[in-house]
């Protein structure tokens, strides 16, 4: 009997892609792959990041369909209120291995997949795998899936850092996680100089192999990390990693057997993580040093951690910051607020209060305040009640609707970052052009940053090809559910599989 081959799907992330830079490229050199897909592909620019725009955050809304007000991985540094200490998952590894700190290790390599990231929520791996389908995860830092898998921690971390030989995790069926989980043999691209495997040409190579070995599972996701890092370097126009990129997605299609079957035989996702914002060329004015703006208050050191006299904990993410008082009864939020607002480079100031949430700008007068299920709706059907200046969140408001400008999801993007974690602490986000600074953390004037609220930072393009649906809204938010029912529809499934396929909202 002739059985139709159900299509496989395989979502590629490249990181920082962004539309008005992908636009030009394709203007002005030559991308033969991604021609080739966009030929064949629907293509939406706009498709809306969580908040704050950073790699754990997106990677943890894209996986649970959920933003991380229920996922609870809020960015890629925040300060944990019951350990009384301050979260980095760092990059990558070797940013870890700067900062020297074998917690900050362990938070990155077990932590974040296997306690931060909310076990009650379901993961599309593992929704996939209760439904009896398989996943691949290639080089995504967050990844938890129904599979024991075992990280092997590389020599060099052990001796510096006193730690076992191999770490405990879940992970989908197939698991890539650079050098310490994976599928080839071979010592190329992973080694300490390529960040031990975290890097495009080992995530190519990886999943080639399965490609090779007719082993592409039901649903796959591989991340190609390496354009972050020229676009901080370089600014949001930099092609030359959109041309790397098209190399290494050429490398993908060669090896199936054909072009046209590994079009036909899957349906392809290839997508953004983040939007970049530009950052000025001054270091003084460019560089937003919170340092200097909070020095009235008394500001937590990182290598000492949290001191009896410490009023404050800064969690740093480039554009955008959590801002912790650790008394709030002698430093309440809004005194820290109205200090950040005397600085007219911050765009957006927020904290809650109850069910309230208060916003407002260090650029514009008045205030915000909003709060959940109100008798007003977006464009994404969700409601809210406001109160004062809606062009303090560049709101536009007719009748009971509301629709977005400059922050796209505004309102459900704070409201998520607000209610990600415990403790007191307000949310801040800088202007294009601008970025915070603190104690260590990375500068990109002259270059680019991301993390902020802007939708500079907020939209990615997707280039959709194998199928004619899309998903609800264009959010990551709402991708899990789509994918979930693509899956579902095509193919043979019989009524009590596709039951079990469920996304978890
Ligand atoms: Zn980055």
Redesign the pocket.
Known sequence: MDVKKRKKIILIML??LMDKPFQKALKEESLPAFSYFLEHAQYFPEVVTPFPA??VNVESTLITGQYSDRHGVPALVWFNHEENRIINYG?NVIELLKLGLSKGIYDALYRLNNEHLNPSVATIYEDLHQAGKTSASINALVYRGAVPHQLKVPGLIRFFLNMKESINTHAPDEFVYGKLARLSSGRKYSCIWNKYGFNNNFSVQEFTCLIKAGKIPDFSIVYFPDH??N??KRGPMDVKGIKEMDLQLKKVLNAFPSREQALSENIWLLMGD?G?AVVGDSRENSLVDLRKLLSPFKISKLRKGVQAEDQIVLGMN?RSCFIYSLKPEAVPLQKIAEVLQEDSRIEMIAWKEEQYIHVISGEKEGKLKFSKNGNMSDEYNQHWSLEGDPHILDLTVEGKEIQYGNYPDGLMRLYSALHSHKGNYIIASVKPGYEFIGESTPKHNNGA???GFHKDDSLIPMIVAGTSTKPEFMRIVDLKRWILNLIERDGDYNEATAGKIKSNS
């Open positions: 990181d920082t950073i790699s990059t972050d890092k676009v901080h983040n970049q480039l940053s991301h993390g």
